[in-house]
């Protein structure tokens, strides 16, 4: 059983409170998804984030396949950090912890993520060709979406 990791960070020019309050409200997830992947929220979007909240998605993330996905947010501690981890979904595992800290000038974001492909053997040859690029891609994506929406972290 193969877990892979994605580590990434971005620092904004922003309060811990924007940022706090910019995450923490899942129906910001469409604004920094890529619009081909076709987000849509299901339910579980109607209130802040909070420890035990089940968010439903429908996301079309390759090859104009729509996938349900399924999340629960596992633990959080405001202005620090959140879990969400996959209930339903694409993913054999799916753990991605959201940490935010302040920094000289602003808030640092970091973004780790273990997760698993199905497939077995299968999965783990797609892997490097198809889900780590594509991964990589959303991640892309956001950076250049929050900064677009907050600045650029001098």
């Known amino acids: 059983m193969k877990i892979y990791t994605l580590h990434e960070k971005q620092k904004l020019p922003i309060s811990l409170e924007t940022a706090w309050e910019f995450l ?41 396949i729509k996938t349900k996905w399924v999340t629960e947010i596992t633990h959080m501690v405001k202005n620090e950090y959140f879990v969400d981890e996959q209930r339903f979904g694409p993913y054999a595992l799916w753990h991605h912890k959201h940490f ?33 690029p594509k991964l990589e891609e959303i991640f892309n994506h956001r950076k250049k979406k929050l900064n677009e929406i907050f600045g650029v972290y001098k």
């Open 100 to 132: 935010i800290k302040e920094i000289d000038g602003g808030v640092e974001m970091e973004d780790i993520i273990d997760y698993k492909i199905p497939f077995g053997i299968l999965g783990q040859l797609v892997h490097p060709i198809l889900v780590k």
């Open 24 to 64: 923490s409200k899942p129906e910001n997830l469409k604004t920094i998804t890529p619009d081909y992947m076709g987000f849509i929220i299901l339910s579980g979007a109607d209130r802040p984030m909070y420890q035990g909240q089940i968010i439903q998605y429908i996301v079309t993330p390759v090859l104009g």
